[in-house]
């Protein structure tokens, strides 16, 4: 997995987190790359003070269990994309849609800012987006045909989200046609969850003002748990997956009434 260097550093920071620590001439076996190349990409992680160096290797600096969403964004790229698309076919013109931050959530945001019938339609606005993620705020604001709304609260450095107080109060104060939800993790019994308790308490705003609430995650969060819970299944409507994803990890949302959707 020589790949690009963004790819490489995703990879070795999930190491990190799950290790606690990076071996140069290991991680180099692991990515198929030199050991020159990641005594360069730990430099620079270090540079970037996600990391300490240590001789021959690297440790974890101050990640916790949450990367940063721009090393995220790697992960599963095509399943996230082709998620996006199906997911973002869901909405007609004049829609209002609510967009919880994350590296899915952000692709359902690019899909929907370029569908050409909403490009073209008489709607004005064709649509209207409420989100609390400011990286997919920065993409919409020049998109014309989109009228945007951004939640206040707190900026968290790792998700672009913004969370608290003064970001819940203005969702107290509208309602949604449809919410996509980007999750950590989606679990049959546990529902939806967050790695962050003040990202699920946005995010469970958000779903709450929905008239439809759409989860849209690949196989990898289906079936695992994080820290904080989001919502209940029950209170999903449809699910947006990759295509490959088992039955054994669908057929218990199915069971419980939650609409499937490969992508």
């Not at 606690?20 to 992680?45: H, M, N, Q, W, Y």
């Not at 790792?158 to 107080?165: D, M, R, T």
């Not at 308790?197 to 969060?221: F, H, M, P, W, Y």
């Amino acid at each position: 997995m020589a790949g690009s260097a963004q790819a490489r550093w995703s990879a070795l920071l999930e190491k990190a987190t799950r290790d606690g620590r990076i071996e140069v001439e290991a991680a180099a076996a692991d990515l198929g790359v030199s050991a020159a190349t990641i005594r360069r990409d730990l430099d620079e992680l270090a540079r970037q003070q996600m990391v300490t160096r240590t001789h021959g290797g690297a440790v974890i600096h101050a990640i916790a269990y949450d990367l940063p969403l721009r090393y995220k964004a790697s992960r599963h790229a095509r399943e996230k994309e082709r998620i996006a698309q199906v997911a973002a076919g869901l909405v007609g013109a004049g829609a209002v849609v609510g967009l919880n931050g994350g590296t899915t959530t952000t692709e359902v945001a690019r899909a929907l800012a370029t569908r050409r019938d909403l490009l073209e339609s008489e709607s004005d606005p064709s649509l209207t987006v409420v989100t609390n993620a400011l990286n997919i705020a920065n993409e919409l604001v020049v998109r014309r045909h989109v009228k945007l709304v951004v939640t206040g609260g707190v900026a968290r450095p790792a998700s672009y989200e913004l969370i608290g107080p003064l970001a819940t109060e203005l969702l107290a104060e509208i309602t949604l046609d449809h919410v996509f939800l980007g999750v950590d993790g989606l679990d049959a019994a546990h529902g939806a969850t967050a790695g962050h308790e003040g990202e699920a308490s946005i995010n469970r705003a958000l779903a709450s003002r929905a008239g439809q609430v759409i989860c849209v995650a690949d196989t990898s969060k289906l079936g695992a748990r994080a820290f904080a819970r989001i919502c209940p299944v029950g209170d999903i409507h449809v699910l947006v997956t990759d295509k490959d994803a088992p039955r054994e990890l669908t057929d218990p949302f199915a069971a419980t009434g939650v609409e499937i959707i490969r992508a």
